[in-house]
């Protein structure tokens, strides 16, 4: 899935002059996390999240009365404290890639960029919401883990398997093992009520399934890993 199809499009933005009292009203007002700074073109040119502005405001409350820091936070502008070198893609990225670069640069929200036209922002949230969905965690579902040598045709056995046992599987992703290197673990989700026969199915095929917490996952490795 790509990002212009979970953005929010209904953007929220304030100029780079709006005093960080109004900044604040408006995000508690809006409910949101985070304010795109626009200028008189509408180009975006930073952005601010609420963890910022309670920085700046709660910082001085000690020392301060509480008329002495409302009309400090009414002279602060918001282009004295918001993130000017703004992190953003553009709408077909993936949301792995998104996820990515969200943790890897340490940020919970990404504005959307058409070439130089704001169009859209996406959240941490609405990242980990769609992987959730990917990963098909539910209630009526179960999870499987089956360990494979990363070799060609590895995954096809797997599911061979699930087929002919008439199981369909929900979701699959993988998962490199770092510490076995050349070892990957296939983690699926069937449906609760093909659970038992999934995990016969499979290890009559071979293969050793974990279905909890395992401290150590020597036992289920394939052989020689």
């Given at each position: 899935m790509y990002?212009?199809?979970i953005?929010h499009?209904?953007l929220?933005?304030v ?9 604040r ?10 304010l795109?700074?626009v200028?008189?073109?509408k ?5 601010v999240?609420?963890r ?8 001085p409350?000690?020392?301060?009365s509480v008329?002495?820091l409302n009309y400090?936070?009414q002279?602060v502008?918001?282009?004295m404290?918001m993130?000017?070198?703004?992190v953003?893609v ?5 949301i ?6 969200m ?8 504005p959307?960029m058409?070439?130089d036209n ?6 941490s949230?609405?990242?980990m919401?769609?992987l959730l969905e ?13 360990f494979?040598?990363?070799s ?19 979701s ?12 990957t673990q296939?983690?699926?989700r ?5 659970g038992?026969?999934?995990?016969r199915?499979?290890?009559?095929g071979g293969?050793?399934?974990k ?15």
């Amino acid at each position: 899935m790509y990002i212009g199809r979970i953005m929010h499009t209904d953007l929220i933005t304030v100029a780079p002059e709006t005093s960080l009292s109004d900044a604040r009203d408006l995000i508690e007002e809006k409910k949101i996390d985070h304010l795109l700074v626009v200028d008189r073109h509408k180009k975006l040119v930073g952005i601010v999240s609420d963890r910022d502005l309670k920085q700046y405001w709660a910082s001085p409350a000690t020392s301060l009365s509480v008329h002495e820091l409302n009309y400090l936070l009414q002279k602060v502008e918001i282009r004295m404290v918001m993130t000017k070198a703004v992190v953003t893609v553009s709408p077909d990225t993936t949301i792995e890639r998104a996820a990515y670069i969200m943790q890897t640069e340490d940020i919970s929200s990404l504005p959307v960029m058409e070439g130089d036209n704001l169009v859209g922002i996406v959240t941490s949230t609405d990242v980990m919401e769609v992987l959730l969905e990917a990963i098909g965690i539910s209630d009526d579902s179960v999870r499987l883990g089956v360990f494979v040598r990363d070799s060609m045709g590895a995954l096809a056995g797997v599911t061979e398997l699930l087929r002919k046992a008439d199981i369909n599987i929900q979701s699959l992703f993988c998962w490199p093992e770092k510490d076995h290197p050349g070892v990957t673990q296939l983690v699926m989700r069937v449906a609760a009520a093909d659970g038992e026969k999934a995990i016969r199915a499979l290890s009559e095929g071979g293969f050793k399934v974990k279905t909890r917490y395992e401290k150590d996952i020597a036992p289920f490795l394939p052989p020689g890993a």
